[in-house]
């Protein structure tokens, strides 16, 4: 845990390699969950081709790991998290300015397993046979699985499959899992399993105690391109911003 620690704050200072923090910013730094690998630097380009001379930088990971980075100081003008919680309590304690939170895109839980590998369900979890596992994220710092615990918990599954979980670090992680046969199942966002031929989507969590994952922003306390980094969010709520990301699977977001 402290080397992932280490490597979130090296990852972090390297973010902002170059950028005179003394001189008006053109450049802003992100904290972003893993899950959006995909979308930050599409949106960065976007950003960037309508602000010339901005330059959009982001450093990623588990959103719980990243919160207590920014808990700490690093600097970092906006974050981006998988899940309401470490935005919150960054909120809680000052650290990001609570009225520049907005959800800008929503998600959905899937049951993912190596391609050819079907048949097991949600329902059927606990069934799987004798020596294999289902990977989810740590749910102490992982968004994903958080909510695959607490989905799993709802349908009486948590406590059953205890003894056979794999913890990822980041929702990556539990993809990778996956995507190498090394699990029967895992649980990740519908982003994740979108164009991956390695693995199938065996099921979705759906029904009312079903979680719905949120990516939730907000501008960091003090930040020296907070202004620019405001411009950046609002750009992600625009229609164009919107746009790329339901390109890449993900729903809209909402303004609280």
């Known amino acids: 845990m402290m080397r992932r620690r280490q490597v979130l704050a090296l990852g972090l200072a390297l973010a902002l390699g170059g950028c005179d923090r003394g001189t008006a910013p053109s450049e802003i730094t992100l904290a ?4 959006l690998r995909a979308a930050v630097p ?24 990243l919160e207590r980075q920014v808990e700490a100081g690093a600097p970092v003008d906006a974050v981006l998290f998988a899940a309401a919680k470490p935005v919150d309590k960054l909120a809680a304690s000052g650290r990001v300015d609570a009225a520049s939170r907005r959800v800008v895109a929503t998600n959905e839980l899937v049951l993912i397993g190596p391609a050819g590998k079907r048949g097991v369900t949600f329902a059927t979890l606990e069934s799987l046979p004798p020596g294999e596992r289902l990977a989810v994220g740590d749910p102490a710092s992982v968004p994903a699985g958080d909510y695959a615990k607490t989905w799993l918990t709802a349908i009486g599954k948590w406590e059953a499959l205890r003894g056979r979980l794999v913890f990822g670090s980041d929702v990556s992680a539990v ?75 993900f729903g809209p977001g909402r303004s609280r």
């Not at 390695?198 to 079903?210: F, H, K, W």
């Open 32 to 35: 972003s969950a893993a899950s």
């Open 42 to 65: 599409k949106l960065a380009r976007a950003f960037e081709a309508s602000h010339k001379g901005v330059r959009v930088t982001s450093t990623f990971g588990a959103s719980g790991d």
């Open 175 to 249: 993809l990778a899992y996956a995507r190498r046969g090394e699990v029967a199942a895992a649980i990740v966002y519908a982003t994740e399993a979108r164009g991956i031929g390695e693995i199938i989507v065996l099921d979705e969590a759906r029904g009312p105690e079903a979680p719905h994952p949120e990516v939730v922003a907000a501008i960091v306390t003090g930040a020296r391109g907070a202004v620019l980094a405001r411009d950046f969010l609002g750009f992600v709520a625009s229609p164009e911003g919107q746009g790329i990301l339901t390109g890449l699977g």
